[in-house]
């Protein structure tokens, strides 16, 4: 059982925009940052949102991040395939004293 | 180019000790903290410890304490992560990963290619 809760899937067809959540805590979401990671199969995962809503280089702007109190919400919009992966939600937790990750969100492009 | 290099895959027999290199290049090794997360077959990304390589620090989550150990080699800007007393539950592509910014960041902005480790009789 993950700290961090997500949906397993979510799915969307081309050009939709879909939300995938993120649910925590005070200990975690509710008083750090929240990061995004993008998982194509087979391979490493990769950052995709850092400190809630900022976009690394390289990273489109069809991928946005929110939080509101102890949850967080990965937003993409403009669905195509190549964005058919695992994603994950991240944050430190103080009660535990180390980084914590949600179970995971399947996206199908369908 | 900042490159996170890790060492091959195994196979080890349950009771074992396996231990992962992570070669890095291409900036300055003891800036950063470098973590290792775990992630079986099918399943999620499982955080199992840090080492800070400039003084050799480690934190180590509850779930691998005692079974887990993470060094850092300054000399050759390599990280190691050793797991004992292998059981078939550790079946998993074991990633290491550099952590942006202090201690309660989880901005991994950087991962290695991942190595996978197969526990089996």
């Known amino acids: 059982q993950s700290v961090l809760t997500q949906p397993p899937s979510a799915s969307g067809t081309p050009g939709q925009r879909v939300t995938i959540s993120c649910s925590g805590s005070s200990s975690n979401i509710g008083s750090n940052f929240v990061y995004w990671y993008q998982q194509l199969p087979g391979t490493a995962p990769k950052l995709l949102i850092y400190t809630n809503n900022q976009r690394p280089s390289g990273v489109p702007d069809r991928f946005s991040g929110s939080k509101s109190g102890t949850s967080a919400s990965l937003a993409i919009s403009g669905l195509r395939s190549e964005d058919e992966a695992e994603y994950y939600c991240?944050?430190?937790?103080?009660?535990?004293?180390?980084?914590?990750f949600g179970g995971g969100t399947k996206l199908t492009v369908l | 180019e900042v490159q996170l290099v890790q060492s091959g895959a195994e196979v080890k027999k349950p009771g074992s000790t396996v231990k992962i290199s992570c070669r890095v290049s291409g900036y300055n090794f003891i800036d950063y903290y470098m973590h290792w997360v775990q992630q079986a077959p099918g399943k999620g990304l499982e955080w199992m410890g840090l080492v800070d390589p400039k003084d050799g620090e480690t934190i180590y989550a509850e779930k691998f304490q005692g079974r887990v150990t993470i060094t850092a080699d300054t000399s050759t800007d390599t990280v190691y992560m050793d797991l004992s007393s292998l059981r078939s539950d550790d079946t998993a592509v074991y990633y290491c990963?550099?952590?942006?910014?202090?201690?309660?960041?989880?901005?991994?902005?950087?991962w290695g290619q991942g190595t996978l480790v197969i526990a089996s009789s």
């Open positions: 991240a944050a430190w937790d103080d009660s535990l004293r180390n980084p914590v």
């Open positions: 990963a550099r952590s942006h910014g202090g201690l309660g960041e989880c901005q991994f902005d950087n």
